[in-house]
């Protein structure tokens, strides 16, 4: 039997656009497809040649923003593993975002930021 691969999650920003641009600066991402959506929406992909993220925006008004770890399906955090976990936290405080929970216990150091939608990211290195 073969372990399963998460190729993608999927995610509703206010600014596509914005946050991929945050993205790809952070992590050295790239654009990997962008376009029209489900429901008249619009949708980019962003992340790596093995896995991404759907950064989608609805058409019409966004709904006020829940509690994620109070509510039912809530998407508490995205962890992304990178190599160097000072350079990174270095590029997350130059755009202007506030690092917090920094942890060094087993399997690796981390971090964690909320971006400009609230959307919180684990920041992983595993050596």
Not at 11 to 22: C, L
Not at 59 to 74: I, M, V
Not at 87 to 99: C, L
Not at 103 to 124: A, I, S, T
Request: charged letters at 25%.
């Amino acid at each position: 039997m073969t372990s399963a691969i998460l190729e993608h999650v999927n995610v509703t920003v206010s600014d596509p656009a914005k946050t991929a641009d945050v993205l790809c600066k952070l992590f050295d991402w790239h654009i990997r497809w962008q376009g029209d959506a489900i429901n008249g929406g619009y949708t980019i992909h962003v992340g790596s040649k093995d896995s991404y993220i759907a950064l989608y925006l609805p058409k019409g008004e966004l709904g006020a923003p829940a509690d994620s770890y109070q509510t039912l399906n809530g998407l508490n955090h995205i962890a992304v593993v990178v190599e160097d976990l000072d350079t990174t936290e270095e590029r997350v405080k130059a755009a202007g975002f506030t690092t917090s929970n920094h942890g060094d216990y087993e399997p690796g150091r981390r971090f964690y930021f909320h971006d400009h939608d609230d959307v919180e990211y684990e920041v992983v290195c595993y050596t």
